[in-house]
């Protein structure tokens, strides 16, 4: 099993930044990509950025050229950093991977909230 922790969540006005981080432990080693959905109040979890084991990445359209996901695997943990912060933006950031075995297994941490003022 993984187990998944984000953390850097907080509270900006409009324009600021933040940088999520997610901290992976347990059987790392199945992991392939990592992944960042956020879900708004009342709304559905929607697909943010990802990254797979090679450093490919992708993102939603609505944060292209503000958001950059990274992740370093020595220390088993992929990051988001989020510029220009709208208030839109405001959500709980989840992070997902699967892990690839005989079956793939998706985890996810418990979240961390963002909230942007305008």
């Known amino acids: 099993q993984v187990q998944l922790v984000e953390s850097g969540g907080g509270s900006v006005q409009a324009g600021g930044s933040l940088r999520l981080s997610c901290v992976a432990s347990g059987y790392t080693e199945c992991m392939y990509d990592m992944t960042w959905y956020r879900q708004a109040q009342g709304k559905d979890r929607n697909f943010v950025s990802s990254i797979d084991t090679y450093g490919d990445t992708s993102y939603a359209d609505s944060v292209k050229g503000r958001f950059t996901t990274s992740r370093d695997n020595a220390k088993n943990t992929v990051y988001l950093q989020m510029n220009n912060l709208e208030p839109e933006d405001s959500a709980m950031y989840y992070c997902?991977?699967?892990?690839?075995?005989?079956?793939?297994?998706?985890?996810w941490g418990p979240g961390t909230q963002v909230t942007v003022s305008a």
């Open positions: 997902k991977t699967t892990c690839i075995g005989v079956v793939a297994v998706d985890y």
